[in-house]
């Protein structure tokens, strides 16, 4: 099952155009998943004015945000048929910062991301960016798990713990010390798990691979505890009916663990829609934000103190302790305790599927936005736009294809030739321009 995720832009381009007032540009990445610059593209066709002279809104709200991977792949391959953006580079004059494309007369660009907390965020709240945040995977896991409202489940229980343990790339190379970690404490045979030996992201065995954190490496061949998992890296939202219905507790496997930032994607979001009640392994604090949004979580079922442990290692050992304590409870107290345990789960269950919930991700993306666009007016002087555009007139070769009478910048689709001058809109353009320039100088 996977979700249109361009009508999710539309739909957020519908949110933000009521707030705005008008209309606005929003670029996405496509096909969705990519993370290559290249692939940061514009989610219609707008003409020229309206890429010069209207908000911006880039979205990097799929993927945790990484300003260093883009500050160092900003320099954007520039189309061969674009005469002005091949003079640009070859005059050294940026065609963006980061991600963000410098040919809008506004200061800065909003940016809608998904995270809270972290070094990536800290260095988006610049002069270029006015970071938004809304739970974009909370939109979407709607969507991808909408059937699960409408199933029922016929219980036939064999293990206690469902765990869907796929990529091990990246960010989740704890996944790996985690399987490990069930092998030493003997919880192989209580834990329906699938594991991959080999990441298809990277085609290599995880013992040819160099850990960033060298303590989640496997003191144990994992691949001969656990049977392997056929499934891609980009299944996360995929389950089977039958492991929810043969097992009692997911224990949700994160993108982010080893790491500061907060970001919770529809991999938490899937026991809850599935009704089962769940530890998560996430960064810390996870829970406390699942909370913040009208989910309950299982304090009276289980210690849940690993939830607020900064240190990761700390954090897994006793996730994998709670684990254990459950197994060896007798089976009359550990009934006793999922009875508990399955009536929050419903709860949680009837909220995540709720009009009122749905409204509430609505309202937060809402409110920010209007803050953030409120913030872009105010503060505008369009400088860079006017100092780029001083720059592109010192080129003489530049100034002399957008003056020639046969220039006809709205026939290409080259995002530069909203810099051209010499046409009527062009005109109205800089005008509005010089406008906040004018402005700022006044205020100050």
Not at 78 to 105: A, M, S, Y
Not at 246 to 269: P, W
Not at 375 to 398: A, D, G
Request: glycine share 2%.
């Amino acid at each position: 099952m996977s979700i249109p995720l361009d009508r999710l832009y539309h739909y957020i381009e519908s949110i933000a155009q009521e707030v705005c007032k008008d209309n606005i540009v929003i670029y996405r990445f496509t096909p969705h998943g990519s993370k290559n610059i290249e692939n940061l593209d514009l989610l219609k066709k707008y003409n020229w004015k309206e890429v010069a002279s209207l908000p911006c809104l880039y979205c990097n709200d799929q993927e945790p945000l990484n300003y260093e991977f883009y500050s160092k792949t900003q320099n954007l391959v520039v189309d061969p048929q674009d005469t002005v953006g091949l003079l640009l580079h070859k005059h050294q004059i940026p065609i963006q910062e980061n991600f963000r494309h410098l040919i809008n007369i506004y200061d800065q660009s909003i940016l809608l991301h998904s995270e809270q907390r972290g070094i990536n965020l800290e260095l988006y709240t610049n002069s270029q960016f006015i970071p938004v945040y809304y739970w974009s995977h909370a939109i979407i896991a709607r969507d991808w798990f909408r059937f699960a409202e409408h199933i029922t489940q016929h219980k036939s229980v064999n293990k206690i713990f469902l765990v869907y343990n796929r990529a091990w790339s990246g960010t989740r190379e704890y996944r790996l010390g985690f399987a490990d970690r069930l092998i030493m404490l003997g919880l192989v045979d209580q834990t329906l798990m699938r594991v991959s030996p080999i990441d298809s992201s990277l085609d290599k065995h995880y013992d040819l691979h160099q850990f960033k954190h060298p303590h989640w490496r496997p003191q144990n061949v994992i691949e001969k505890y656990f049977p392997l998992c056929k499934a891609e890296s980009h299944c996360s939202a995929d389950f089977e009916l039958k492991d929810y219905e043969s097992t009692k507790i997911e224990v949700v496997l994160e993108t982010l663990f080893d790491d500061l930032r907060l970001h919770l994607t529809e991999k938490t979001l899937r026991p809850i829609a599935m009704g089962q009640p769940f530890i998560l392994a996430g960064t810390y604090g996870s829970l406390k934000y699942l909370r913040e949004y009208g989910f309950k979580t299982f304090s009276d079922c289980w210690d849940e103190s690993y939830d607020m442990m900064t240190d990761s290692v700390d954090r897994m050992n006793k996730i994998t302790d709670i684990m254990s304590n459950i197994v060896s409870m007798s089976t009359s107290k550990r009934e006793e305790m999922l009875v508990r345990a399955c009536a929050i789960a419903e709860h949680n269950r009837q909220h995540f599927f709720s009009d009122e919930f749905q409204l509430l991700i609505k309202q937060e993306l809402s409110d920010n936005l209007s803050k953030a666009f409120n913030k872009l007016e105010t503060t505008n002087t369009s400088k860079i736009y006017l100092e780029n555009r001083k720059k592109m007139l010192s080129i003489k070769e530049i100034k002399k294809i957008i003056s020639a009478k046969d220039y006809r910048p709205w026939d290409t689709p080259t995002p530069w030739d909203a810099h051209s001058y010499n046409r009527k809109f062009a005109a109205e353009v800089l005008k509005k321009a010089r406008r906040y320039y004018l402005r700022s100088l006044y205020n100050h």
